[in-house]
């Protein structure tokens, strides 16, 4: 866990939230299904993460996402500006646009420490 605080701005387009509940699911054979939330915080949210800018910048995010080794979350604030505990995915992609203007993407998944 860091303090660190992702600071890179998002594009504007090609970013979505997703918000998933955790939930215990029983099924009876008479059709009867039983459902109950599980936890205190049962619903985490993910963000598609995109940049668009000079690879200079690019490579500090993706160091950024290094130094975190996909395990070790970090604050970032979201797209409605509210500062959530994070991790980035396991994975990101970099992909060259021409000249000097390069895209970096991943996935943010929220997590939550006591």
């Given amino acids: 866990m860091s303090d660190l605080v992702f600071s890179w701005k998002c594009d ?4 979505s939230e ?22 205190i915080n049962n619903r985490k949210g993910t963000w598609n993460y ?16 290094d130094q975190h080794k996909g395990a070790d979350s970090f604050l970032w604030s979201n797209y409605d500006g509210d500062q959530v505990r994070v991790k980035a995915d396991s ?3 970099k992909v060259k646009q021409g000249a000097d203007v390069w895209i970096i993407s991943t996935t943010f998944t929220q997590v939550f420490y006591p």
Avoid at 12 to 15: D, F, H, K, M
Avoid at 22 to 38: A, H, K, M, P, R
Wanted: glycine share 6%; charged share 20%.
């Fill in 91 to 93: 994975s990101y992609s």
């Fill in 50 to 65: 995109q940049r668009t800018a000079k690879k200079s910048e690019i490579d500090a995010i993706a160091n950024f996402f």
């Fill in 12 to 15: 504007l387009n090609n970013n």
């Fill in 18 to 39: 997703s918000q998933k509940f955790s939930i215990l699911n029983s099924s009876f054979g008479d059709g009867y299904e039983q459902n109950t939330s599980v936890g």
